[in-house]
């Protein structure tokens, strides 16, 4: 016996790709999806994303975003530390909030912080930054063995999967995996202009993990993106594939793969 799961990171408002990634997901047979937060940010038309949501029966944990927007708070909680990358944040998260209706936002302020799951024997638990906070930056190359064995250890976990980050990653210990699944709302500051998703195969005899690359009608999105007057730089990452805001909070290592 074996069960197979979809794990969607940040949507980022990116209906588009979250519409591809179903459609791959079924194509290839789940027994259930899953999206670890961050529904808004980013992109155009935030109402776009909640049908596909709840028509497909996709299961949603709360991320920070979901969160702010939720419960109408003046900021994203993204995390960002530099002035040009929380300048950029908030227009994203003010234009996300005033578009925004009510019935979703009730619909956000209802999701959970975290899933846990018990699949074919293993322990699973779903979140968004990390197991002790929703919007902590788990990078691989600033994240030890031993750290994620902590994780793993506190609540007898044989998995961990999260996102926030946006550049998707996996570590294995002798104890269990962590995954971050990447993310649907923007490509991963590599030059490709796709973007990413998990599958899991889980059975007794443990977990396996696949990253799924989605391409999706980018130039559409970022014609939306112009005609809602979404910032220029945001429309730049779309058709290029590298990142222009948000670069600050890349350690050295991730910052230098993506340099161009």
């Keep these: 016996m074996s069960t197979r799961i979809a794990l969607f990171g940040g949507v980022y408002n990116n209906y588009l790709a979250l519409q591809a990634a179903i459609g791959m997901a079924d194509a290839v047979g789940v027994d259930a999806k899953y999206c670890l937060g961050d529904i808004g940010a980013f992109g155009p038309y935030p109402n776009r994303s909640f049908p596909l949501l709840t028509d497909n029966d996709v299961i949603c944990v709360q991320g920070n975003y979901d969160d702010s927007v939720g419960n109408d708070l003046s900021d994203c909680q993204c995390g960002y530390t530099d002035a040009r990358d929380n300048h950029f944040a908030k227009i994203s998260y003010d234009y996300t909030l005033a578009?925004?209706?009510d019935a979703n936002k009730a619909f956000l302020r209802s999701l959970p912080p975290e899933i846990e799951l018990e699949i074919e024997g293993q322990r699973l638990l779903l979140c968004h930054g990390s197991p002790r906070r929703t919007n902590e930056f788990l990078w691989e190359s600033t994240t030890p063995l031993h750290f994620v064995d902590m994780f793993l250890r506190e609540r007898n976990l044989d998995l961990i999967a999260?996102?926030?980050?946006?550049?998707k990653w996996q570590a294995k210990t002798a104890?269990?995996?962590?995954?971050?699944?990447?993310?649907l709302g923007r490509p991963e500051n590599d030059?490709?202009?796709h973007v990413w998703f998990t599958l899991l195969d889980i059975s007794s005899k443990g977990i396996q993990h696949r990253f799924c690359p989605v391409h999706y009608d980018y130039q559409r999105l970022g014609q939306?993106?112009?005609?809602?007057?979404?910032p220029e730089e945001f429309i730049k990452t779309l058709y290029s594939g590298w990142w222009t805001t948000c670069l600050e909070v890349l350690p050295q290592k991730e910052r230098a793969a993506g340099c161009h």
């Design 224 to 230: 939306e993106m112009e005609q809602e007057g979404l």
């Design 191 to 193: 030059g490709n202009t």
């Design 99 to 101: 578009n925004t209706n």
């Design 175 to 183: 104890i269990g995996q962590f995954v971050n699944v990447g993310v």
């Design 162 to 167: 999260a996102t926030h980050t946006g550049i």
